[in-house]
């Protein structure tokens, strides 16, 4: 394409054909922003699983050669820009009403500083040795990676046949200035391609391996914190992250325990005297290397009068705004039917019998449950939020390579909540469909309404194959709260 529109420049340089470049230049740019956007998220996730005990281990081992990939491709994408600004300088760039103008149709410019001055060489050199550099971070790259980076340093075939044609000449040979810029851009973009794919492996091995436990937390815990007396008080001890080379020695109260097959004890006592009460524990661990050593732990709980009221939150300790929140009220010794619930601040509280409630917030803010048990009123604090940004996606993925086939497949984006205990629905509103690469030959965009992707969305998908990149942009969604929210872009590379 970039040829083709080069040849057709040096025979007329006309205004259309400049803006072309000048559209594609600008596309190419968006497009490399998106990319940046997407990298970032992942050395994000590295950090998280860093500080995940379970994720700890190996990724420190990846996200170190992930900084490496990254330094590289920095390096490569902040040479090229320079070489845009040593070209727009060889046409006198300058600012002018606050807009920086060159003469874009230039054809000297680009052969001056790439041939003569040897830029053009420079560059091929930089590039290979980019290439080279990142595959070698890691020893699976090479066989990974060798022949699928999308990083094309061949020379491109001349129309007229010239077999002599050096990479050089090919781009940059009687190139108008701004043709010449959008060639850096699409090497730009084919850097940060290159970085997206490397990164996203290396991510992806370090949910590949089992993480090994060398250490153990001892663990006790009670059933209930507050009871009346006469109850029963469930204390369960044990190790976290049980093994059966680690199986404890455990004490309550002095007593030695019997061992449950998952390594935990349960010992049970009856609530007696009102009052603030404590149970000692003492575990004793094997480390994996054979040492032993004790940890003490002391599980309190407290005995109340039979009278007053609670409630449990059965899903979370916050309520959200626009879905039904489930809890479990108690009236302690007071029977049900004298049990009364409001809640204050705004909202609303329907009894489903037998205690149970559902609770419908309209603010946010910290508002009051009120429970009347038997006249005598217990409120208690409830956080009330909006729920939580839903996630896009296409095929239940996030962005990452995908199969071509796969991905035409699935005709739309969707939003979801994920990891939450609610079926919050949420509804794409609108979003931004764009690709390039593959059979896209330059980069489009299309604005489209609701989750399916149609008209001119749908057609760019359709012509999509193998090798295209797409991403989506400014996407907007509704959720049951009614409010409309932006989405962060997300990106997928068809294989």
């Known amino acids: ?232 008080i469930h204390i369960t001890a044990g190790v976290g992250s049980f093994s059966a080379a680690a199986k404890p020695n455990i004490t309550i109260n002095g007593s030695y325990q019997n061992l449950l097959p998952d390594g935990t004890v349960m010992y049970t006592t009856k609530a007696t005297g009102v009052g603030e009460h404590s149970v000692t524990v003492n575990i004793e661990l094997t480390k994996p290397d054979g040492t032993k050593y004790s940890v003490p732990k002391i599980v309190k709980y407290t005995v109340g009068m039979p009278s007053g009221a609670s409630i449990f939150l059965e899903k979370m300790n916050v309520a959200y705004i626009g879905v039904e929140n489930p809890i479990t009220v108690s009236g302690g010794s007071v029977g049900s039917e004298k049990v009364n619930v409001t809640f204050t601040g705004g909202g609303e509280v329907k009894n489903l019998g037998g205690g149970k409630y559902i609770i419908n917030p309209t603010t946010t803010g910290t508002n009051s449950l009120v429970v009347d048990a038997g006249g005598k009123k217990f409120p208690f604090p409830i956080r009330c939020k909006y729920l939580p940004d839903p996630v896009a996606v296409v095929s239940e993925k996030k962005g990452g390579a995908i199969a071509a086939a796969e991905f035409k497949a699935q005709g739309g984006l969707i939003a979801k909540l994920m990891e939450s205990d609610f079926d919050a629905r949420f509804q794409v509103v609108s979003y931004r469909l764009g690709a390039y690469g593959g059979s896209i030959t330059s980069p489009l965009d299309y604005l489209n309404n609701g989750p399916r992707w149609t008209g001119d969305a749908a057609s760019l998908v359709n012509r999509s194959s193998p090798g295209t990149k797409i991403y989506f942009d400014d996407i907007r969604v509704k959720g049951p709260d009614g409010r409309e929210r932006q989405l962060p872009s997300i990106f997928f590379a068809l294989r």
């Open 1 to 232: 394409m970039y040829l083709v529109l080069t040849a057709m420049l040096a025979l007329n340089v006309s205004s259309e054909i400049l803006n072309a470049f000048k559209t594609v230049n600008n596309s190419l740019n968006n497009a490399n922003r998106i990319i940046e956007d997407k990298n970032q998220s992942i050395f994000k996730s590295f950090e998280k699983m860093i500080d995940d005990p379970r994720t700890r281990d190996k990724a420190l081992i990846y996200k170190p050669e992930a900084d490496r990939v990254r330094q590289m491709s920095d390096e490569a994408y902040n040479y090229i820009d320079a070489l845009k600004t040593e070209l727009k300088k060889e046409v006198g760039s300058h600012i002018e009403n606050g807009e920086e103008k060159f003469a874009e149709e230039n054809l000297e410019a680009a052969t001056r500083l790439f041939d003569t001055k040897g830029k053009g060489p420079e560059l091929l050199k930089k590039l290979n040795d980019f290439k080279t550099n990142i595959l070698s971070v890691d020893t699976s790259l090479n066989a990974q990676f060798k022949d699928a980076l999308p990083l094309d340093l061949s020379v491109p075939k001349s129309k007229s046949g010239n077999s002599k044609m050096t990479w050089t000449t090919a781009y940059f040979h009687m190139t108008p200035t701004i043709a010449a810029l959008t060639i850096l851009s699409k090497f730009q973009n084919d850097v940060k391609n290159s970085e997206a794919a490397i990164v996203d492996y290396l991510h992806s091995k370090v949910g590949e391996v089992k993480v090994q436990y060398d250490q153990f937390a001892a663990i006790a815990s009670t059933d209930k914190s507050y009871a009346m007396e006469g109850d029963e």
